[in-house]
């Protein structure tokens, strides 16, 4: 019972980090669109209404519905996934974290009807599509997720 209180936690942290950088920004930044740190690194604010690389962002508005439950499905799969597989640390911790950034995600989609992107990375005139914490988090729990496989696999 111990392990499932630890990536339940882990989750919840993850979501809330997510949520408290959100709002940060979406304070500080204020009417800025661009905040530029470096020659490679921005802060952006902005609204995506669809999913990864604003993916069915202009669908007309039935895609929040949409990608929520498709999220809230993926929040009560991995919550049964680590209930049955608490000890198994690695496997859980990828977990834990595509957990935490679902649903730092669907809280956005839910309160907002948008989710708040605000990091960019570009190379010149390249730009990777802005994201925030719960997508890093979502990126490195299936990283892990996939080490995990490969590791089970020898």
């Not at 936690?9 to 979501?15: F, T």
């Not at 949409?66 to 859980?92: E, K, M, N």
Request: with cysteine; aromatic share 14%; glycine share 10%.
């Amino acid at each position: 019972m111990r392990n499932l209180f630890r990536w339940i936690v882990l989750a919840a942290a993850v979501a809330l980090l997510d949520q408290v950088s959100k709002r940060f920004i979406v304070e500080w930044m204020g009417p800025l669109p661009l905040y530029r740190v470096n020659d490679f690194f921005d802060l952006v604010l902005a609204h995506n209404q669809g999913a990864a690389f604003s993916f069915l962002a202009d669908a007309g508005g039935w895609q929040r519905g949409f990608f929520s439950a498709i999220a809230l499905a993926a929040v009560l799969f991995i919550g049964i996934l680590i209930f049955r597989h608490p000890s198994q640390a690695r496997f859980c911790f990828g977990l834990s974290l595509v957990m935490g950034g679902a649903l730092g995600n669907l809280i956005d989609r839910v309160r907002w009807g948008t989710v708040t992107d605000f990091i960019q990375w570009h190379v010149g005139h390249h730009y990777w599509p802005a994201f925030n914490l719960a997508d890093s988090a979502i990126t490195v729990g299936v990283a892990v997720l996939l080490w995990d496989g490969l590791k089970a696999r020898k």
